[in-house]
Every structure is written in C-alpha cells, then in structure tokens.
C-alpha cells in the first residue's frame, strides 16, 4: 500500500465508486476501503434506480448486466387489513435506450459494476477492510485510520462515504448523532423464475414493475411505506420505517415484514417464492438542521453519509443522488489538486454546486413533506383504510327489501356518511390544505 494517496474514499457504494471513477481518470491516485468482502456485499436497494449520472459515463450500462429491469408500472396502493386501493401508472411507450427510465437493481451485483469500473480507471479497491477514524492534524483532516497492517493510510483529501450512520464524518467532527428520524429499511429477496414474474406482472422481456403501499395493511398505519419491484428472475419486498415509529411500535422489525409479507395482496404476489436475501440499511431522512457539514480541512461527505437521499415513497431516489454527488465532489478536488490547496475554503464549491443541483433542490423539497407525514400519521393510518373502506361499500352490491338491489345512489350516501363520520369532512379538507402548502413551499 502507498504511503500516501491523494485521495482516499471510505465505503463503495455507487457515490463513492463513481467518484473514484472520475478521479482516476484525471490521473489522480485514488484508494477506496470497503468493509464488506465485496462492493454491495452490507448495501440494500430499496427504491429504484435513475440512471441520468449513470448513462453519462457508462452509455453501455444496459449491455454489462449491472440492473434487472426497467421499470414500465409504477403502482401506489393504500392498504387496510384486506384490501387495496391503488393508482397505477403504465408507460409502454418508452423505446431504447431507455435511459429516461428507472430500473431495478441488485445492490450486490451494481455496486461491483460500478467498482470495477473505478478499478479500470486506475482506482485501488481494498475489500474487507475496516477504517475507524479520519486522522486530525493541526485540525485538518490528513487521512485515515484502518484496521490493516501499517494502520493509517494518508491523503490529500478524504470522502466519507460510509452511509448514514458515517463515523468518518463523526470523527472528523462533520455531524453529531444519529437522530432517530432515520429510516430503518428491511428488504427480502425471494427467487421466482423469470417467466412466472412476466407472466404474474403482465410484463414483457426485460420490463419491470416497482409497487408501494401505505396504509395499516403495510407498517401497521405508522410512517413508513412496503414496497415490491420485480428482478430479472426474482422479487424484492420490504419496509422503511423511521426508527421513532419503530421504537413506538415496540415490535422487531422481522414481524413487520412478516406481516406486510402475509397481506393478502401481498402473499398473493408472492406465491411460489424462495427466500433467497434478507438484508438491512440504515436510510437517512434528516432535517437541514441535522445535516454533518459538507466540506472541511481535507474532507468532503457525499451520498447518504451527507444525508441525500429522497426518501419521499413517490421517488425513493437515493442512489443517483448518490452518484451526482460524488461526481460534484471529484470534479472539485480535481481543481484543488491543481491549486495544490485542499483547505475547507478551497473545497467549498463543491457545497455551492451542490445546492444548486436536483440533489439538494429534491432533499430540500421532499424532506419537508416527510416533515409534513410525520406530524400527520393520519395519511399513513387512518386515511388510507377509510379509504379502500369508502372504495368497497361503493362497489359492493346490497340487496334492498324485495330481494333486487339497492339503487347507487343510497350507496353513494352512504359512502359520505362514513367520510362524515370517520374521516371527518372539515378536518380532511384541512389536512388536504396542509399537504398542497407542504408540497408548494
């Protein structure tokens, strides 16, 4: 190992990979440290993923295997004990290649893709390696510290990539605790083969659907939200859940799973399957009060170690946000390499670029209305049975007195009656207002 680096990156994940990518193509010497036995091996994927930063370096992703599926069904469901209510989106009318689409992936099978391009590029990967601490000296950051033999390895410049709960940004003094607002997500991979998934999601070819559910029948009513997307021959299914609803839940996070699993909606998706994974990942969601600073002397956080991630159920972007921002903070130390000045000062436009970038701009927007659920839970709880149960009373056939059928417009009654009266009409007209103003701001 080198004595020194000019840059060393902790963690491999997308951000951190793309980043030493870049680096290395600009001639940089660049050491990235992974803990895991391969880049992905400790990653969850939970959302899906945008390949706008993607396609820009790789064009030829698609041909390399590194995702399952394109997504061409987005489905958003409120569930109650039994039921579903659902909006479902279909776009067939994308063609090749396809790159204004989002896909599904395997954190263990990108993650590897994306390293080993980083690794052709000229970028040292070392696996199984722990690092501790970022080294201070003088104040300034100076490298790291690892569990390998000759114990620290310095740099320029270093990158916390180390995902939420970064210790690099902590020991760094970058961020405080951990707030309980992160999220906690928990993901099952179960096999299927590929024909039963085309067949059972009406898809074709490498087509792909990603489904998300609200409501009591996916966390028990509390702030969270299941998922389901489909892999070439297999199924991710899981939660997200703050880890203050689960803490007020007072259950482990399996039984949750367990149940969102067991739904009837959901156990029917998933007959015939074989678990295959189960993995967990700490999401952060966190104000901008809660954020670590973003450059230092000799250090910049990027990815979810920087706390940018949109976990918003509409999108769940966190990966490309990811990307961009490791894409940012190399362009930025490859200009401080050249200025021979790795000072706070001289990494800062890497916090100007990326506040004026969809990074910022979608965190900034989407965690305000996650503000908004959580001192809401009645659009994660209540609302949502009310109104698959509104949904079903509306459709169901009653028989009147003389054994014919109740004409619709007594059923229609009798639908406003229980909004009147379990939903509440003046208060649900005022939770809809709070929700526009949260989404406008």
């Not at 489904?211 to 998922?227: D, I, N, Q, S």
């Amino acid at each position: 190992m080198a004595e020194r680096f000019d840059v060393a990156i902790v963690g491999a994940g997308p951000g951190a990979s793309i980043a030493a990518y870049v680096l290395a193509k600009a001639g940089l010497e660049v050491v990235v440290f992974e803990r895991g036995d391969y880049p992905g091996s400790k990653a969850m994927f939970g959302g899906v993923l945008y390949t706008t930063v993607l396609s820009r370096f790789f064009p030829d992703f698609m041909e390399a295997g590194c995702v399952e599926r394109y997504v061409v069904e987005k489905r958003f469901s409120m569930l109650s004990k039994a039921d579903e209510l659902s909006l479902s989106f279909k776009f067939l009318s994308f063609e090749p290649p396809y790159y204004n689409h989002s896909f599904t992936a395997l954190r263990a099978i990108f993650d590897r893709y994306l390293a080993a391009k980083a690794e052709e590029a000229g970028a040292v990967i070392i696996t199984q390696t722990v690092v501790d601490e970022a080294i201070m000296r003088d104040g300034r950051v100076t490298g790291v510290r690892v569990r390998r033999e000759g114990g620290e390895v310095n740099a320029n410049v270093v990158i916390a990539a180390d995902g939420a709960n970064s210790l690099i940004a902590q020991s760094a003094g970058m961020r405080g605790e951990l707030p309980l607002s992160v999220i906690l997500g928990v993901k099952e991979v179960v096999s299927l083969p590929r024909s039963v998934i085309e067949d059972r999601f009406s898809l074709e070819g490498d087509e792909g659907a990603a489904y998300e559910y609200l409501g009591g029948g996916a966390v028990r009513g509390t702030m969270g939200a299941g998922f389901l997307y489909t892999n070439r021959d297999s199924i991710s299914v899981g939660f997200g859940i703050p880890l203050s609803a689960l803490e007020r839940l007072g259950v482990h996070p399996d039984v949750l799973l367990n149940e969102f699993k067991m739904h009837p909606v959901i156990r029917r998706l998933l007959r015939g399957t074989t678990p295959v994974e189960y993995c967990a990942h700490l999401i952060p969601e966190m104000t901008p009060q809660n954020l670590p600073r973003f450059v230092g002397d000799g250090i910049l956080v990027i990815g979810g170690a920087a706390g940018m991630v949109n976990a918003n159920p509409m999108f769940h972007e966190g990966t490309n946000m990811a990307m961009a921002s490791g894409v940012l903070a190399a362009e930025t130390i490859i200009q401080a390499h050249k200025a021979g000045d790795f000072s706070a000062k001289a990494l800062s436009p890497y916090v100007t670029r990326l506040k004026q970038s969809f990074v910022w701009q979608d965190y900034e927007r989407y965690q305000r209305l996650t503000r908004f659920a959580d001192t809401h839970p009645q659009f994660f709880g209540k609302y949502p049975y009310a109104m698959a149960e509104m949904a079903k009373k509306l459709f169901s056939v009653v028989p009147d007195n003389d054994g014919l059928q109740v004409p619709k417009r007594k059923l229609e009654l009798a639908v406003a009656d229980y909004m009147l009266a379990e939903m509440g009409l003046l208060s649900f007209g005022m939770d809809l207002m709070d929700a526009a103003k949260a989404a406008m701001l």
